[in-house]
């Protein structure tokens, strides 16, 4: 029997009485050792018997239609076994948790690289021969908006605000008035979207690459018009999503298709070249961004207003100013957001949507302002923490905001920092910048069962751990809970038959799901008082052994043949009423070569809060990660569009540059504020994922500007753009 819990206040805080000293602690993940030889099963690992291979078929035209696939052109090379296509060959599937539906009607074409149809062959190179010479007739049209800035159409939404933002900003003595542009980019997960699928009568299994598997089970049956309940998705291992994968993509609905069509599995690989141009790319933005102050320092006005891209009918919209709501206080503020319509694959959540390219612009407007009122950038932002939200007046959650940056700022030597190009080694002029980190926290329903037999327990659920560590987390919490040590905790993941958990989005994830565990193992405390005559409050289980009311038992000796709980967690009131919200600050060091205008990043701090700490390795790689990223967005990542087509033209990623081992500085230090987010979820933890990047791009570009006086306002800053 599940039971739902709504969270309250009151649930917190057993983590510190547990005392086993499980939770929290730097522990290996325990699929390592599978993932590093080779024996992780990803989607398109373990091909079952008599599977076919799919290649998709891209659109070579922007705008139009499809006006016949001849089949018949490749019917006769050998190991091609057909086509799939059709005006039902790829539906829409409902949207859901996953924002943007990667994947678009049939014979319609809206952007370049769509997937119009899949060629199945006897084996991987016979489809993708057949897919390379499929002919296929187009009806392109003219008057394809290929390019944002010249839109035909552009839906400006109503500004929200706070205050008299005109006379605010005009009355104030200092002021900063920006446009920037922050480039495309793309998700760039290891892994390329892959899918197996197999019939068994009516029901699908689905193995593919996927971030959130209790909704991806609604968006394919809805796609392929069947009931939810016959499709199962596996999913034990992901090679990375970034949101690329939090919906189902057209490999899972062709291969499914497909495999229906021909009575046999069928399994899609997607190249690298077709996951860059046909699943979802992140917008390109244009942002102005406002500040005004006294000569003190004192915020007046804060202004963010933005203009992103979409195809026609997809609901996502970068949520660029998402930190800019509530970091900073103000007499006025003002948000404004414009949605440009046009003929490019499709946009959608990338790493860290919102704050990732946001705060970018934000955090090198406030330096800018810093300047020009010759307040110490740090300051400036001590000194304008608002009180209570200022957009909806709701109370802050426990918020180490200012601790992070007086923290950062001590550790990382700031107060030695110079004057715009003081500093000079060579021909490196050094620099060094900081931002401000910040991320809203949420906590999503999600369900898990947890089994504790003699000598062990399990944990069941749909979660995925997409390289985020959630198989090292919840044995951790199920252990802390239940007095075992990890390593004898089962972590089950990524199975649609399971427990539906939160799935692995918005930094959400190892917070909420981990919170079903974390309940489902209380109920399993409750049972194990009662057979020990107690009270919950005075059970303690350490080591195996359960002590309370005079009494000390064998864990093993309570345990009949097993006891099973299941939980569910849901938000409850304290999420109506309190923000939670991650907070950090970054502090870089950078050298800008005087002649090439190359940037090298030396040093790279980073400081979190984010509640409690559940794993402080994992927590540090993810936060790591998020400052590579932040990197990569400052200097190197950007996607190149064809100006004639819209396509992508970097789609490799050779072309594309995320940032490498030789791109990120050695010294690149992370920690954490030892903090609890009581209004969180029951842990007092919080998403740590999309912080790391959320502001270490605006460090970079602040540290550019100190380095050699140069204020950027387009990102990345390649060394056309610096020199
Ligand atoms: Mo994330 S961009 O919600 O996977």
Same mark, same amino acid.
């Given at each position: 029997?599940?039971?739902?819990?709504?969270?309250?206040?009151?649930?917190?805080?057993?983590?510190?009485?547990?005392?086993?000293?499980?939770?929290?602690?730097?522990?290996?993940?325990?699929?390592?050792?599978?993932?590093?030889?080779?024996?992780?099963?990803?989607?398109?690992?373990?091909?079952?018997?008599?599977?076919?291979?799919?290649?998709?078929?891209?659109?070579?035209?922007?705008?139009?239609?499809?006006?016949?696939?001849?089949?018949?052109?490749?019917?006769?090379?050998?190991?091609?076994?057909?086509?799939?296509?059709?005006?039902?060959?790829?539906?829409?599937?409902?949207?859901?948790?996953?924002?943007?539906?990667?994947?678009?009607?049939?014979?319609?074409?809206?952007?370049?690289?769509?997937?119009?149809?899949?060629?199945?062959?006897?084996?991987?190179?016979?489809?993708?021969?057949?897919?390379?010479?499929?002919?296929?007739?187009?009806?392109?049209?003219?008057?394809?908006?290929?390019?944002?800035?010249?839109?035909?159409?552009?839906?400006?939404?109503?500004?929200?605000?706070?205050?008299?933002?005109?006379?605010?900003?005009?009355?104030?003595?200092?002021?900063?008035?920006?446009?920037?542009?922050?480039?495309?980019?793309?998700?760039?997960?290891?892994?390329?979207?892959?899918?197996?699928?197999?019939?068994?009568?009516?029901?699908?299994?689905?193995?593919?690459?996927?971030?959130?598997?209790?909704?991806?089970?609604?968006?394919?049956?809805?796609?392929?018009?069947?009931?939810?309940?016959?499709?199962?998705?596996?999913?034990?291992?992901?090679?990375?999503?970034?949101?690329?994968?939090?919906?189902?993509?057209?490999?899972?609905?062709?291969?499914?298709?497909?495999?229906?069509?021909?009575?046999?599995?069928?399994?899609?690989?997607?190249?690298?070249?077709?996951?860059?141009?046909?699943?979802?790319?992140?917008?390109?933005?244009?942002?102005?961004?406002?500040?005004?102050?006294?000569?003190?320092?004192?915020?007046?006005?804060?202004?963010?207003?933005?203009?992103?891209?979409?195809?026609?009918?997809?609901?996502?919209?970068?949520?660029?100013?998402?930190?800019?709501?509530?970091?900073?206080?103000?007499?006025?503020?003002?948000?404004?957001?414009?949605?440009?319509?046009?003929?490019?694959?499709?946009?959608?959540?990338?790493?860290?949507?919102?704050?990732?390219?946001?705060?970018?612009?934000?955090?090198?407007?406030?330096?800018?302002?810093?300047?020009?009122?010759?307040?110490?950038?740090?300051?400036?932002?001590?000194?304008?923490?608002?009180?209570?939200?200022?957009?909806?007046?709701?109370?802050?959650?426990?918020?180490?905001?200012?601790?992070?940056?007086?923290?950062?700022?001590?550790?990382?030597?700031?107060?030695?920092?110079?004057?715009?190009?003081?500093?000079?080694?060579?021909?490196?002029?050094?620099?060094?910048?900081?931002?401000?980190?910040?991320?809203?926290?949420?906590?999503?329903?999600?369900?898990?069962?947890?089994?504790?037999?003699?000598?062990?327990?399990?944990?069941?659920?749909?979660?995925?751990?997409?390289?985020?560590?959630?198989?090292?987390?919840?044995?951790?919490?199920?252990?802390?809970?239940?007095?075992?040590?990890?390593?004898?905790?089962?972590?089950?993941?990524?199975?649609?038959?399971?427990?539906?958990?939160?799935?692995?989005?918005?930094?959400?994830?190892?917070?909420?799901?981990?919170?079903?565990?974390?309940?489902?193992?209380?109920?399993?405390?409750?049972?194990?008082?009662?057979?020990?005559?107690?009270?919950?409050?005075?059970?303690?289980?350490?080591?195996?052994?359960?002590?309370?009311?005079?009494?000390?038992?064998?864990?093993?000796?309570?345990?009949?043949?097993?006891?099973?709980?299941?939980?569910?967690?849901?938000?409850?009131?304290?999420?109506?009423? +309190?923000?939670?919200?991650?907070?950090?600050?970054?502090?870089?060091?950078?050298?800008?070569?005087?002649?090439?205008?190359?940037?090298?990043?030396?040093?790279?701090?980073?400081?979190?809060?984010?509640?409690?700490?559940?794993?402080?390795?994992?927590?540090?790689?993810?936060?790591?990660?998020?400052?590579?990223?932040?990197?990569?967005?400052?200097?190197?990542?950007?996607?190149? +569009?064809?100006?004639?087509?819209?396509?992508?033209?970097?789609?490799?990623?050779?072309?594309?540059?995320?940032?490498? +081992?030789?791109?990120?500085?050695?010294?690149?230090?992370?920690?954490?504020?030892?903090?609890?987010?009581?209004?969180?979820?029951?842990?007092?933890?919080?998403?740590?994922?999309?912080?790391?990047?959320?502001?270490?791009?605006?460090?970079?570009?602040?540290?550019? +500007?100190?380095?050699?006086?140069?204020?950027?306002?387009?990102?990345?800053?390649?060394?056309?753009?610096?020199?």
């Amino acid at each position: 029997m599940t039971e739902t819990f709504r969270m309250d206040k009151a649930q917190a805080r057993l983590l510190d009485e547990t005392g086993q000293g499980v939770i929290g602690t730097p522990m290996d993940r325990p699929d390592g050792p599978q993932k590093v030889s080779g024996r992780a099963r990803y989607a398109a690992d373990g091909t079952p018997e008599g599977t076919a291979h799919g290649v998709l078929v891209r659109a070579t035209i922007t705008k139009g239609k499809v006006a016949a696939i001849h089949a018949d052109s490749i019917s006769d090379l050998p190991g091609v076994i057909g086509v799939v296509s059709g005006p039902e060959f790829i539906r829409n599937p409902a949207q859901g948790m996953a924002n943007a539906a990667p994947v678009q009607p049939g014979t319609r074409v809206d952007y370049h690289g769509q997937p119009i149809a899949l060629v199945v062959g006897e084996s991987f190179e016979a489809a993708r021969d057949g897919a390379l010479r499929l002919k296929v007739d187009f009806e392109a049209e003219a008057g394809a908006d290929v390019d944002p800035d010249t839109a035909s159409e552009v839906e400006t939404g109503d500004p929200s605000a706070v205050g008299d933002w005109d006379s605010a900003f005009d009355g104030a003595a200092f002021k900063v008035d920006r446009e920037f542009t922050t480039a495309a980019q793309v998700a760039a997960a290891m892994e390329p979207h892959a899918a197996i699928a197999e019939w068994q009568g009516d029901k699908l299994l689905l193995r593919s690459s996927l971030q959130m598997l209790r909704f991806n089970k609604n968006e394919i049956a809805d796609s392929l018009g069947i009931p939810a309940e016959n499709v199962q998705i596996l999913a034990p291992f992901v090679g990375g999503g970034f949101g690329s994968k939090l919906g189902i993509g057209p490999d899972a609905v062709a291969a499914a298709q497909a495999a229906r069509e021909l009575g046999r599995p069928v399994r899609v690989v997607m190249p690298r070249q077709a996951v860059f141009d046909s699943i979802l790319r992140r917008t390109e933005t244009t942002q102005r961004v406002r500040f005004a102050a006294d000569a003190d320092g004192k915020l007046r006005a804060v202004g963010h207003d933005d203009r992103v891209s979409n195809l026609w009918e997809e609901g996502f919209a970068e949520p660029t100013s998402s930190c800019s709501q509530f970091l900073y206080g103000a007499d006025a503020l003002r948000f404004q957001q414009s949605l440009a319509r046009n003929h490019r694959t499709p946009t959608g959540s990338v790493r860290a949507p919102g704050e990732a390219v946001g705060m970018l612009t934000f955090e090198a407007a406030l330096d800018e302002l810093a300047e020009q009122l010759d307040i110490d950038p740090v300051e400036l932002r001590l000194k304008n923490l608002p009180d209570t939200h200022p957009m909806t007046g709701q109370a802050f959650s426990s918020r180490g905001l200012a601790e992070c940056l007086r923290r950062g700022a001590e550790e990382f030597g700031w107060s030695a920092r110079g004057k715009p190009g003081a500093r000079r080694e060579g021909d490196w002029f050094i620099g060094v910048g900081m931002a401000s980190a910040g991320r809203p926290n949420m906590l999503i329903q999600a369900s898990a069962r947890v089994r504790l037999e003699a000598g062990g327990a399990t944990v069941e659920t749909d979660m995925t751990d997409i390289g985020t560590g959630t198989y090292a987390i919840f044995a951790q919490i199920a252990g802390e809970m239940l007095g075992l040590s990890a390593d004898r905790v089962t972590v089950r993941l990524g199975d649609t038959d399971l427990p539906g958990a939160s799935g692995s989005g918005g930094s959400f994830g190892a917070s909420s799901s981990g919170s079903a565990v974390f309940l489902a193992a209380r109920k399993i405390r409750a049972k194990l008082a009662e057979a020990m005559g107690c009270d919950a409050d005075e059970l303690t289980l350490q080591d195996g052994i359960a002590r309370g009311g005079n009494r000390e038992m064998a864990i093993s000796d309570l345990v009949q043949s097993e006891i099973v709980e299941e939980a569910q967690i849901e938000a409850g009131k304290t999420a109506e009423s +309190h923000f939670s919200a991650g907070y950090g600050a970054h502090f870089v060091e950078v050298a800008v070569h005087a002649w090439t205008g190359e940037v090298r990043v030396r040093r790279m701090l980073g400081i979190m809060d984010i509640g409690r700490v559940l794993n402080e390795k994992t927590a540090r790689s993810q936060a790591v990660g998020g400052m590579v990223w932040g990197l990569g967005a400052a200097l190197t990542e950007e996607i190149s +569009h064809d100006p004639r087509t819209g396509h992508i033209v970097t789609r490799d990623l050779a072309n594309y540059h995320v940032a490498s +081992h030789a791109d990120v500085p050695a010294q690149m230090e992370v920690s954490f504020l030892d903090n609890r987010d009581d209004e969180a979820n029951p842990m007092q933890s919080r998403g740590v994922g999309e912080l790391g990047i959320s502001g270490a791009g605006a460090a970079v570009f602040n540290a550019i +500007h100190n380095a050699c006086g140069v204020r950027l306002y387009d990102f990345p800053a390649t060394p056309d753009k610096v020199i």
